[in-house]
Every structure is written in C-alpha cells, then in structure tokens.
C-alpha cells in the first residue's frame, strides 16, 4: 500500500518516479534529509567526512515536470 501512494505522489506531481525513487533512496543513509516533492528538491543537512573534516551539503533538484502556474 505505501509503494502505491509513492507511485501515484510521484506521478501526480509529474515527477519520473526512478529519479524521485532513486535520489530519495541514495539520500536516506545521511541524516537530515529533507525533500519538497512539488518543487522537485530533494537536499541534505551538512555533512561532515570523517577522513577530511569538509563540511558540504548535498542538494538535488528534479527538472523536467509540467509547468506550473
């Protein structure tokens, strides 16, 4: 049941629904995701690498949806 109403978000806001899967899924392992499905974002809080202490972020956008107005 959940996998459905995933499919029928994505769908419903025209996002591919491999880009919107996939991206969510590569993400979840860092904490403090955050995703804004209608407006195709998908970013990560900062992160910080234990062998070089960089912090950065990681900020994905979806493009290619119908316009909206």
Known sequence: MGL?????KFSKLGINKF????FNNLLN???????NL????I???WII??????RFRISIY???GPQRG
């Open 4 to 8: 459905e109403k995933k499919k029928n």
């Open 29 to 35: 392992k860092y904490e403090d995701t955050t995703n």
């Open 62 to 64: 979806i493009l290619g």
């Open 19 to 22: 880009y919107g899967w996939g």
């Open 38 to 41: 209608k407006e195709g974002n």
């Open 43 to 45: 970013s990560t809080g």
């Open 49 to 54: 690498s234990e062998n070089n202490k960089v």
